[in-house]
C-alpha cells in the first residue's frame, strides 16, 4: 500500500544533542510537510517542500532544518534540541501544490523526548 | 491570518449513538476548503471529510456529515451510529485557495470517547 513512512517512531535525545527525524512516502506526491504537535495542541507547521523548492513558516525557529534529497525522503534536522522542542514531528505528503481541496496524507508521527 | 476554535476538548458518546463535534473559523477569504481529520491513539492522521466553501451542498461521506453555515463560519462534524472505532481525536482544518499559502490551519482538536 502507498504510504507515508516516519522512523524512528519513538526518539529520545539529550539537550543540545543534534537529531534527525525521517520521512519517506510511496505515494510520489510533488509537495511534503512537517509539522510540530506538542501535547494537547493543534499541529503547527514548520515547512513545507514542494518539490524542490523550500518554504519555511516566518515563525519556524532555526534551530529546524530541513533537507529533500529525492522525490521520497524528507529529512527534519534539530541541530541543539531544547526541553521545548519535546513534541511529536507528523510528516505528511499531498499531491500537488494547487490542488487545494485534495487531502493532506499523513505518517504515524515520531515522538521526540528530550531528556 | 486564520484561526480556527474548537469549544469541545472531549466528548463522549453511547455506541449507536449520534454526536456532534463543533468547530469554527474565522477568515477574510470567500473560497477556501475545510476538513474534518481523525487521529487514532498511537496512528496517523486520516481525512474523514472536506468541503469546498462554494459549495452550498453539505458534504457527506457515509455515517459521517458536515453541517456547514458559511455565515456563521461554523463546520459541525456529525457522526452517526458511532463505533468503538470511531474513538479518535478530530480536528478541524481549514486551507486557502491561494498559491503560497497552502498549509492546513488546524483546530486544537476534540477527543471523541465512544461508550460500549
New interface residues.
Partial sequence: DAM?IQNPRYQVTQFGKPVTLSCSQTLNHN?M?WYQQKS??????LF?YYDKDFNN?ADTPDNFQSRRPNTSFCFLDIRSPGLGDAAMY?C?T?RD??A??D??F????TRLTVL | AQT?TQSQ?EMSVQEAETVTLSCTYDTSESDY?L?W?KQPP??????VI?Q?AYKQQNATENRFSVNFQKAAKSFSLKISDSQLGDAAMY?CAY???F?GN???T????TRLTIIP
Avoid: D, N
Wanted: hydrophobic letters at 35%; aromatic letters at 16%; a positive charge.
Fill in positions: 507515508v509537495v510537510y494537547s495542541q493543534a499541529p503547527k507547521l513545507h513558516e507528523l505528511a499531498s501544490r494547487v487545494h481541496r487531502e493532506q499523513f505518517g504515524p508521527g | 480556527v476538548p476548503y476538513f481529520y498511537s496512528r496517523q492522521m486520516i481525512l472536506r469546498e480536528f486551507r486557502s485557495p498559491f497552502e498549509k492546513l488546524f483546530g486544537t482538536g
